[in-house]
């Protein structure tokens, strides 16, 4: 289902953008669009969240499975200047991550099993982002930019509190993250809206790890810090 959508998006972009810049008349759509000093719209998109690992000690690294997520929002847009804007982008972003351990994590303990060596981590993120798009000239019916900006994000499958941790197979990790963003897009004006594929890399600022009460935990011991990183791909509608 994700391939036909990804494919239709695709067709329908390559044909906006076949007419625009090969055919002989070149009509502007939505020629007072970006005149607006505020206007709205929604977004759908896949997400693919990994995470950074900074270690106390030089082991093995916990590798990280990704996934790929999918995300959906809406969208305010605030026009400061002719070729920059003001967004915010409050979204549901959902994303499963899991993490392998090499056993070398587990020496001196007895017992261990191969699921002691996995944890997955799931995330559903209210994520809030406030962006500055910085746009170039309208070519025609397209206008390319760049955005960037920052964001906070609510964890809704946060465990932070859970009184057990990973001795009792729960990993855990904090409710409030913060980021810094930075991608690029094209605007392509259709007939009747504004059509928008966009890449954002996201890179946490704040340590995503809850400890194991054991500070020896062979989960969390070596970890200085856990940080999100990730990258989104957004298809707007306005």
Known sequence: MKNIFVLLVFILTFQS?????????????????DKKFLSYGYFLGFNSYDFNFDYNEDKADILVQKGTGFNVGLIGNMRIHEHIDLR?????????????????YFNGVEDFTDSDLKREVQSTYIHVPLLLKFSTKRLNNFKPFVVGGVSTALNLSSNENNPDDNSSGQFRTKRNMYFYEIGFGIDFYLHYFKFTPSIRGVFAI???????????????????SMKTRGVFINFTFQ
């Open 17 to 33: 953008v076949s007419a625009q810049l090969f055919s002989k008349e070149k009509i502007r759509n939505l020629d007072n669009e």
């Open 88 to 104: 915010l982008e409050p979204g549901l972003y959902i994303s499963t991550r899991n993490l392998e351990y090499d056993e070398s």
């Open 206 to 224: 704040n340590d995503e790890l809850v400890r194991d009460k054991d500070p020896n935990s062979p989960w969390t011991g070596n970890v200085n």
